[in-house]
């Protein structure tokens, strides 16, 4: 049988360039003030072009330091770049905004600034209607139901006791006995009794849901720590981190079929980081909100990859996995008879955390938002171009690969190598075209 070789197209130049070292802008917002309280949403407005740069004095001084001069590199805007944003805010501003088109703009990477791609993902992810005129409308109902669901999910069964008193007329009894130094005798429902087991008792609920609400503090902890915007002790890291655990203790009481996932803090991540650090701080101060609908929304593509009952299924995650190695062989043949025949590198020992976390640990957190843009682009759902991705991955260091043994490729393969990202979406897409061919 004649082995399928790689396709000369993939013998491109690009393979060996290499990505910026890690982005200083990542911690540019770490100094920014919490987050206020929430106030009634306004219209979202559409994102402004950003001013032209300016050039810096010849004779103001420069450090002699890389950083430094990755930073001058950056604050300066190429043409290219500012042709791109005009093509998004043109598209921004219709009143009716061209789906296809914005999925087209955005499959080939968000301009930063500008505001542009907090937009862009609300939009994409169904979380903003395409008819602007009804964004206001959207935004308040939306805001105001996941305030709803706080106050009722985030709640301290106390707090419940207390209302039920309050509700029964019992307050002022209460206040007697405490100024007599004597228990209050709250004529409290057994089932919200503190020492009740009953399965719909509030308090046995809390209980069980301890463990949960604890992993996720941990995770969230753990969530970036290199980034000051999630990590350390400031009082806007610390928002951020209430928030983020906000969020998936209320998903996780309002999906008991899945509830909490370890992982979930990693894919939450970058939903966040974006809207929250939309440049209009009336639109950031509800970041929380918008984040847990498109969580929801982005979530909704790929439950069954988080819910165990179904790992042996022909939805569940090794179902997944499966695909990512047909691709591959349908590509790669030498290179997927090396990896899977011949080393024996099961695809279960690397692609399901590829899989699971949306390449959120594979990539710098900058180079991952770009690589977002292009699964939140596609019309079918996140998940097709999610394993084309993979599929590239492999592709483009096959060299490698076919020169190592078990050892050097699964450590290769779990600890993927810097890349240059633009080349890999480009692969990726190379990989549909010729599937549909």
């Not at 130094?181 to 429902?189: A, C, M, T, W």
Request: some cysteine; charged content about 25%.
């Amino acid at each position: 049988m004649v082995k399928k070789r790689v396709p000369e197209w993939l013998n491109n130049s690009l393979w060996s360039s290499n990505p910026p070292d890690d982005d200083e802008r990542l911690l540019r917002y770490a100094s920014k003030p919490s987050i206020p309280a929430f106030q009634p949403p306004p219209e979202p407005p559409i994102p402004q072009r950003p001013p032209e740069p300016q050039r810096q004095p010849e004779e103001e001084p420069k450090q002699e330091t890389k950083d430094s001069s990755r930073a001058d590199e950056r604050s300066s805007i190429s043409p290219e770049e500012i042709s791109r944003q005009s093509q998004f805010l043109a598209e921004l501003s219709r009143k009716v905004i061209n789906l296809r088109e914005l999925r087209r703009l955005a499959s080939q990477g968000i301009p930063e600034g500008a505001g542009i791609r907090p937009t862009v993902w609300k939009i994409l992810l169904g979380y903003l209607p395409c008819d602007r005129s009804l964004w206001t409308i959207e935004l308040a109902k939306k805001r105001s139901q996941y305030k709803r669901f706080k106050e009722e999910l985030l709640v301290n069964p106390s707090e419940v006791t207390r209302r039920l008193d309050k509700s029964a007329g019992l307050e002022s009894d209460e206040s007697k006995c405490e100024r007599r130094g004597l228990l209050p005798r709250s004529e409290i429902p057994h089932g919200e009794h503190p020492l009740s087991l009953g399965t719909n008792s509030i308090w046995n609920q809390f209980f069980q849901d301890t463990e949960i609400i604890e992993q996720i503090d941990r995770d969230v902890h753990r969530t970036h720590p290199g980034m000051h915007f999630f990590s350390g002790d400031s009082s806007f890291a610390r928002s951020n981190q209430e928030a983020l655990k906000n969020i998936l203790i209320v998903f996780a009481k309002l999906n008991p079929g899945i509830r909490y996932v370890q992982g979930m803090n990693e894919v939450l991540a970058p939903l966040f980081y974006v809207f929250r650090n939309d440049p209009d701080e009336e639109i950031a101060a509800s970041a929380e909100a918008d984040t847990f609908f498109c969580f929801v929304e982005l979530l909704s593509g790929f439950r069954d990859n988080f819910c165990q009952q179904l790992d042996n299924s022909v939805v569940g995650i090794r179902s997944t996995i499966t695909k990512v190695s047909k691709l591959l062989k349908e590509h790669d043949e030498e290179l997927w008879r090396h990896l899977e025949v011949t080393t024996k590198v099961n695809p279960q020992f690397y692609a399901f955390r590829w899989i699971t976390l949306l390449l959120t640990q594979e990539f710098n957190f900058a180079d991952s938002l770009h690589i977002w843009d292009a699964l939140l682009s596609d019309p079918e759902g996140p998940q097709e171009t999610l394993l084309r991705i993979c599929c590239a991955m492999l592709i483009l260091v096959r060299r490698r690969l076919l020169a190592g043994d078990f050892t050097s490729n699964l450590k290769l393969l779990q600890h993927y190598p810097s890349t240059n990202v633009s080349h890999l979406l480009y692969v990726a897409d190379k990989l549909c075209a010729r599937s549909v061919e």
